[in-house]
C-alpha cells in the first residue's frame, strides 16, 4: 500500500518587523493545513532579516531558548491546533554568549520532538555567520513524526556530502533544507545540489529559500523553493524567483523502496575504506 505524505515548503520575504514575519508564517500554516497539508517547514531564521548580511550584535536580541521561548510555544499551541508537523529554522540562544542557527521540529499534535542546529558556518561577504553562530554540536537527528521519518539540513550545509548521508543512515525519508542563499553566489548550485543528494542517498529534500533584498545588504534571494524525489526529478513544479509562495506537493513514499530496491547504495557502501575522510 503507498503511503503518501502532503508536504509543504514556505519561501517569503522580510516584512520589515519581528511581530508582522510571524504571523505571516502563521497564516502559511494554516494555509498549508487548509490544502492538506501533513508537514510545513519554512526557510531559514525565519522570523528576521538575513541579518547575517551585516556584523552587528544589535541582532543578537533575535535569538531565544528552544523549546522554552516563546516563539516555539507560540507555534506549538498551531500545530496542534492545526494537526500540522513544523519545522522552524530559528536563532537559538543556549545561553547568553552561546548562539546557534538551529531549526526546532514540533509535532502534529504540538509536542516538541527536538532540534538540529547548522553544522557548517561560512563567513565570506554577505554571509557573516561566524559572528553569529557557534557550530552545531547534536549531530544529525532523525525525527519519528506523525508523518514519518524527517530530517533536516540547514543552507551552507547542503555543500557537505557527510551530513546528508548521515541522515540517509538514520532513516530520514524527507529532509529539509531552510535556506537564505544569494543569486549571484549560488543560483548555479541551487538545482544541482539537492537533487543530486536526493538521489546518492534516496531519499525526498525540501529545498527551501527566501526571496528579495533586504534593506540590510545586497544579497539578492532568488527563492525556487522546490521538492525532489529520489529520482532527481521535481515534484510539480519550482517555485517563483520572485515571489512569496507556499509549496504543497504529495510526496509518494513508495518512490524510495523502489529505488534502493534498484540500486542498492546503502547495501553496497565501504565504510571500512572511508577512514581517509575523517582524517584532519
Not at 503511503?3 to 520575504?13: G, N, P, S
Not at 525526498?204 to 525532489?228: H, K, M, P, Q, S
Request: charge should be negative; aromatic fraction near 14%; include cysteine.
Amino acid at each position: 500500500m503507498s503511503r503518501v505524505i502532503r508536504a509543504a515548503l514556505f519561501q517569503t520575504a522580510w516584512t520589515g518587523d519581528k511581530e508582522s514575519m510571524i504571523q505571516v508564517h502563521e497564516q502559511a500554516a494554516r494555509d498549508a493545513a487548509a490544502q492538506g497539508a501533513q508537514v510545513l517547514c519554512f526557510q531559514e531564521l525565519f522570523y528576521g532579516p538575513y541579518f547575517c548580511q551585516v556584523q552587528d550584535k544589535a541582532f543578537y536580541e533575535y535569538a531565544e531558548q528552544i523549546p522554552e521561548g516563546p516563539i516555539v510555544q507560540r507555534f506549538q499551541a498551531l500545530a496542534e491546533e492545526l494537526g500540522i508537523v513544523l519545522i522552524l529554522p530559528m536563532y537559538e540562544e543556549e545561553q547568553p554568549g552561546v548562539l546557534y542557527n538551529t531549526a526546532a521540529v514540533i509535532d502534529a499534535d504540538g509536542s516538541y520532538l527536538g532540534k538540529y542546529r547548522k553544522h557548517h558556518i561560512p563567513q565570506v561577504p554577505g554571509f557573516w555567520e561566524k559572528f553569529y553562530f557557534r557550530p552545531g554540536n547534536v549531530g544529525w537527528p532523525v525525527f519519528d513524526t506523525a508523518v514519518g521519518k524527517i530530517g533536516v539540513y540547514i543552507c551552507y550545509d547542503r555543500h557537505f556530502p557527510e551530513g546528508w548521508r548521515a541522515l540517509g543512515l538514520a532513516g530520514a525519508e524527507i529532509v529539509f533544507n531552510p535556506s537564505a542563499t544569494s543569486r549571484g553566489l549560488s543560483a548555479y548550485l541551487w538545482q544541482l545540489e539537492q537533487p543530486a543528494a536526493a538521489v546518492a542517498n534516496e531519499y525526498f529534500v525540501g529545498a527551501i529559500n527566501r526571496v528579495g533584498v533586504e534593506e540590510l545588504g545586497d544579497n539578492d534571494f532568488y527563492g525556487t523553493t522546490y521538492f525532489v524525489d529520489p529520482e532527481a526529478q521535481f515534484v510539480g513544479e519550482v517555485a517563483s524567483d520572485k515571489e512569496t509562495e507556499l509549496v504543497v506537493r504529495d510526496l509518494d513514499m513508495a518512490k524510495l523502496r523502489e529505488v534502493r530496491d534498484r540500486w542498492q547504495f546503502y547495501r553496497d557502501r565501504r565504510p571500512d575504506a572511508y577512514p581517509p575522510l575523517t582524517a584532519p
